[in-house]
């Protein structure tokens, strides 16, 4: 239904949950103060108007009383209960929340005349399960305003519609980070704090690009290219928990334990201080690990199948600092993930029976 509410109406019945609240169901983002402040300024001038639509999700409590009239017809009388914090904000909730800031938010005085009120544009939905509505919001979000990317990936493992380009390396991320050598240090919510890396920091680059580097074709069938989707494949056309993916999910989830295990294992022959201490090392940053994965792409592109010894071959790799100070003179980036990934490899050809390839960048590795 697309009708119009005041604000203060609106703002009764409709309610927002926080994905921080670990609620799966849950898949907003935290109010933002700013965006509220500016928005009530805006609302508050004189002829300021909203023509972007709220959409509101009514709750299975009042889904049976939300009523329209005549039945069949396309303009009609919308009845809907003002039951208190009965219907979920899919999208807009910046918007209508910047109202409580204004006298738009109290039902205006009658006397001695009646007051202005700020009718919001509105898209109303019935029988919208939840899932469908973290959707809604992702491809929404996805395609305008860009939320926080932590936040997108997280909503992916959510949904688990494999379609899109961002669920699968999540999910990989999001399992890591429930076992060593990764347990509990990346942050999987956008108000989680004190982590090294964010999900998004450690999925939507040297992952999902050149590990699993996912091509869509105009025709919209959607290929991979990279060594890991190689070495366990799955089928984005099926659902996440089909025995195919399950088994394909679990191979790469173990390869990337055993790799990372291998590099800390390495690292804390030196010293455990690198892996654990993230203020002074960036092994477990966004550019070390990264570099990291480019790294286990050239190897798995000369060596797919992983039937050797890994503790063995990175051995080597301990040599180098990945002190933060030394990790920030190859940059950021791109360039940054590829200049540390060289000399990582650099490092592994001088001492392993065979090489692997290194990255084109602008600066020398």
Not at 156 to 163: A, G, H, N, S, V
Request: proline share 6%; net charge positive.
């Amino acid at each position: 239904y697309v009708f119009t509410l005041p604000a203060h109406r609106l703002l009764r019945i409709g309610y927002v949950y926080r994905r921080s609240l670990r609620a799966r169901s849950a898949y907003q983002r935290m109010i933002n103060q700013q965006r509220t402040e500016k928005i009530a300024k805006f609302v508050t001038l004189p002829h300021a108007f909203l023509p972007n639509a709220i959409l509101l999700a009514f709750d299975e409590e009042i889904h049976d009383k939300v009523g329209f009239n005549p039945p069949e017809a396309i303009v009609g009388k919308l009845t809907i209960p003002m039951n208190y914090c009965s219907s979920w904000i899919v999208d807009g909730q910046h918007r209508l929340y910047g109202f409580n800031r204004t006298s738009y938010s109290e039902p205006p005085p009658t006397s001695p005349k009646p007051a202005q009120v700020f009718d919001l544009l509105v898209v109303g939905l019935k029988g919208f399960r939840p899932q469908d509505q973290a959707k809604a919001f992702v491809d929404i979000n996805d395609n305008q305003k860009r939320i926080d990317p932590t936040l997108l990936c997280d909503l992916t493992t959510l949904i688990k519609d494999l379609r899109h380009p961002l669920t699968w390396p999540s999910l990989l991320v999001e399992e890591l980070n429930s076992r060593e050598p990764w347990k509990d240090r990346i942050r999987i919510f956008e108000v989680s704090r004190a982590k090294p890396i964010t999900l998004a920091g450690f999925a939507k680059w040297a992952l999902s690009r050149e590990l699993l580097k996912r091509k869509e074709h105009r025709d919209g069938q959607i290929e991979y290219l990279g060594p890991l989707f190689k070495y366990a494949e799955f089928d984005y056309t099926r659902d996440f928990q089909d025995p195919l993916n399950k088994q394909a999910f679990s191979k790469q989830v173990n390869l990337l334990v055993r790799y990372f295990t291998a590099i800390r294992e390495s690292f804390d022959r030196v010293s455990v201080e690198i892996w654990n201490n993230p203020r002074e090392y960036g092994i477990t940053k966004t550019t070390g690990v990264n570099a990291l994965l480019l790294v286990l792409n050239s190897l798995m592109e000369s060596r797919p199948e992983m039937g050797f010894d890994l503790a063995s071959y990175l051995k080597p790799i301990s040599r180098l600092s990945f002190k933060n100070r030394w990790i920030v003179r190859f940059g950021g980036g791109w360039d940054g993930f590829k200049g540390l990934a060289n000399r990582i490899i650099r490092e592994l050809n001088r001492n392993a029976d065979f090489r692997i390839k290194y990255y084109k960048t602008k600066k020398r590795a």
